[in-house]
């Protein structure tokens, strides 16, 4: 089975921009989390989708969204982007939902903000 | 809300010698516990997992952690470590109860030296 893909692997954005980034799951699998990795917080969560509802979100504002679609495939987007939005994004797929499911990560999506 | 303390931001060892990765939690529900690996540029993988049972619980490449209930604790161990074992170990904890919320500790550098 192929793994998470995330796109695209590296972006830079100027501040005030807006950006998406994109998640697709190992086949089969529903939930669909991302997490946001900075050196200062560590790996943070952001929220988690499963069969296209969000589940859970953490304590991020409201610029940071997501949605996930009937092929579980998931975008997370940043609109107004600060220079604190530099992060490694990293998603994680599990399939049935299950809290001690293992979550598959895949190799993330770097962010620089300028 | 959980937390989770990793004892120690980098750990240097020899090649060959045992290591042990500290990792203490606190929540007030039940928990699932974890062990992710990070190698450079890379996602997160799965080391290991406790959900139930035997409180020793092993990876396939020799690495093993003891879930203990009394001390909130869930330390990582390999009684002989290789080079290629160099990498940042993350300790994780899910509430049993709840979604796919991973909360994860700040991680650990385990840098290896001949």
């Known amino acids: 089975k192929a793994g998470v893909t995330q796109t695209p692997r590296y972006l830079i954005k100027t501040r005030g921009q807006q950006v998406t980034l994109s998640c697709s799951p190992i086949?089969?699998?529903?939930?669909v989390s991302w997490y946001q990795q900075t050196p200062g917080q560590g790996l943070q969560f952001l929220f988690e989708y499963f069969s296209e509802t969000q589940r859970n979100k953490g304590n991020f504002p409201g610029r940071f969204s997501g949605r996930q679609f009937s092929n579980s495939r998931s975008e997370m987007n940043v609109s107004t982007l600060e220079l604190g939005d530099s992060a490694l994004y990293l998603c994680?797929?599990?399939?049935?939902?299950?809290?001690?499911?293992?979550?598959?990560f895949g190799p993330g999506t770097r962010l620089t903000v300028l | 809300a959980q937390s989770v303390t990793q004892l120690d931001s980098q750990v240097p060892v020899f090649e060959e010698a045992p290591v042990e990765l500290r990792c203490n939690y606190s929540s007030s529900v039940s928990v699932y516990l974890f062990w992710y690996v990070q190698y450079p540029n890379q996602g997160l993988q799965l080391l290991l997992k406790y959900l139930s049972g035997s409180t020793l619980v092993e990876s396939i490449n020799g690495f093993e952690a003891e879930f203990n209930k009394s001390q909130t604790s869930f330390h990582l161990r390999k009684p002989s470590v290789h080079i290629s074992d160099t990498a940042e170990y993350f300790c994780?904890?899910?509430?049993?109860?709840?979604?796919?919320?991973?909360?994860f500790g700040k991680g650990t550098k385990l840098t290896v030296n001949p």
């Open positions: 994780a904890v899910v509430s049993q109860g709840g979604s796919e919320k991973l909360v």
């Open positions: 086949s089969g699998h529903r939930s």
């Open positions: 994680a797929s599990s399939g049935s939902g299950f809290p001690g499911d293992t979550q598959y």
